[in-house]
Nanobody
Framework: VQLVESGGGLVQPGGSLRLSCAASGFTLSRYDMSWYHQAPGKERELVAAITSVGGTTTYADSVKGRFTISRDNVKNTVYLQMSSLKPEDTAVYYC?????????WGQGTQVTVSS
């Protein structure tokens, strides 16, 4: 049972990236899914979330209008489309799945926004 993130990298300010989080060993569609990020020296913060039922999305104020969370239940994958990236978006991005009393984190993927 694991989550594996991919898609991070180095991008210039104003650029875009799409992060992927693939689930194995469990059915992702049954879980509420979230993306968090953690910058050096700071606490891990919620970036975006999507519910298992209804697909309701929520976003941190800092990313509203720039980031979009989505899920593909056929591919058992959740995505984070990031646009208009800023240097302050630089962080390790983590995928998180939760359902009832069970929760699991991915290993994280580094996103660096710099010119």
């Amino acid at each position: 049972v694991q989550l594996v993130e991919s898609g991070g990298g180095l991008v210039q300010p104003g650029g875009s990236l799409r992060l992927s989080c693939a689930a194995s060993g469990f059915t992702l569609s049954r879980y509420d899914m979230s993306w968090y990020h953690q910058a050096p020296g700071k606490e891990r913060e919620l970036v975006a979330a999507i519910t298992s039922v209804g697909g309701t999305t929520t976003y941190a104020d800092s990313v509203k209008g720039r980031f979009t969370i989505s899920r593909d239940n056929v591919k058992n994958t959740v995505y984070l489309q990031m646009s208009s990236l800023k240097p302050e978006d630089t962080a390790v991005y983590y995928c998180y799945a939760k359902r009832n009393g069970f929760a699991i984190w991915g290993q994280g993927t580094q996103v660096t926004v710099s010119s």
